[in-house]
T-cell receptor, first 113, second 110 residues
């Protein structure tokens, strides 16, 4: 059974802080994704990675960076948190060769005050 | 850029009735179309998917249809039950990226 975990379920940070969100998957998946979920906007892709040390910008990368030093771990970094980054953050992973089902982590609800 | 439009944004049906949610995608290279169900406070879970070489797929009360020419795909839920109440997301996958619709909040009224 695929397991995707995220470092925190709830996080409260102050404006300007550097924030790290971690995602770990245990199924040796090549591809990993970070989304943010906001009411009425669905899931929007921030960054994804298709291999260790590889990363690609998604649709809303501004204000974020990522790191993938190990295959099982994909980190999202908010360099200087702002209030408009208050959101639910979801990590997901899939194998690179199919099937293509994305497995999601439980999400991190980040509040920036 | 690529996008996926999803309608309606909210849908209320009586228990036992059918529910239909529709999506339209823009990237003609999309080849995989999953549907996710997200209950309150939980992660999205895949409920059904369809690949571009198939027109229809059914799994018990849930079915998905795909019209590649029109770039439309739809989710059909028959004999709805209160536990079907959730937010449903469609998505279209290209080479790596998944583009999600904005979600449909389905309420099944007992």
């Amino acid at each position: 059974d695929v397991k995707v975990t995220q470092s925190s379920r709830y996080l409260v940070k102050r404006t300007g802080e550097k924030v790290f969100l971690e995602c770990v998957q245990d199924m040796d998946h090549e591809n990993m994704f970070w989304y943010r979920q906001d009411p009425g906007l669905g899931l929007r892709l921030i960054y994804f990675s298709y291999d260790v040390k590889m990363k690609e910008k998604g649709d809303i990368p501004e204000g974020y960076s990522v790191s993938r030093e190990k295959k099982e771990r994909f980190s999202l970094i908010l360099e200087s948190a702002s209030t408009n980054q208050t959101s639910m953050y979801l990590c997901a992973s899939i194998t690179g060769t199919g099937p293509y089902e994305q497995y999601f982590g439980p999400g991190t609800r980040l509040t920036v005050t | 850029g690529e996008n996926v439009e999803q309608h309606p944004s909210t849908l209320s049906v009586q228990e036992g009735d059918s529910a239909v949610i529709k999506c339209t995608y823009s990237d003609s290279a999309s080849n995989y179309f999953p549907w996710y169900k997200q209950e309150l406070g939980k992660r999205p879970q895949l409920i059904i998917d369809i690949r571009s070489n198939v027109g229809e797929k059914k799994d018990q009360r849930i079915a998905v249809t795909l019209n590649k020419t029109a770039k439309h795909f739809s989710l059909h839920i028959t004999e709805t039950q209160p536990e079907d109440s959730a937010v449903y997301f469609c998505a279209a996958k290209g080479t790596y990226k998944y583009i999600f619709g904005t979600g449909t909040r389905l309420k099944v009224l007992a």
